[in-house]
């Protein structure tokens, strides 16, 4: 009824596919399983996602002290700058002064010279308090 040899040959294909079918559903199942079942494959986890939660904070970290030093920069270049102005502006009233006082014709006494040169302190005084003030707020801004 059936030739040996092709019955033979056909069980064998059948064979080799129910082998192949059987070897991919195992496959199938393998790669079914979750990713972390082993306790050390969880800690492994764990300690990348510190490290990488670290690693995002310190380039945070960075990012703010770049912040930071830039503002400061701006502060003290303020400062100088603030500081530049005041001292011409001193330089201006020791000169306005000197004109005032001696170099003035209308000046003809030591009590009028005395006068201005107490005018000239007071508004010197009140100078140097503005400049205090403002000296003390940006610093005050440095933290």
């Not at 056909?10 to 399983?33: F, Q, S, V, Y």
């Not at 986890?45 to 490290?51: K, P, Q, R």
């Amino acid at each position: 009824m059936f030739n040996d040899e092709e019955h033979q040959d056909a069980l064998a294909k059948d064979e080799k596919l129910k082998t192949i079918k059987n070897d991919n559903k195992k496959t199938e199942k393998r790669e079914k399983k979750p990713l972390f079942t082993k306790p050390q494959n969880m800690v492994v986890f764990i300690i990348l996602c510190l490290l990488i939660l670290q690693v995002l904070m310190s380039g945070y970290q960075t990012i703010r002290d770049i912040r930071q030093d830039v503002e400061r920069a701006q502060l003290i270049a303020s400062v100088t700058k603030y500081t530049a102005s005041a001292d011409q502006l001193t330089s201006q009233m020791l000169t306005d002064y000197k004109n005032d006082v001696y170099a003035n014709a209308n000046v003809n006494s030591t009590e009028k010279q005395q006068v201005m040169g107490t005018e000239y302190n007071f508004m010197a005084m009140m100078l140097l308090a503005k400049q205090n003030s403002r000296l003390l707020e940006l610093l005050s801004q440095l933290r």
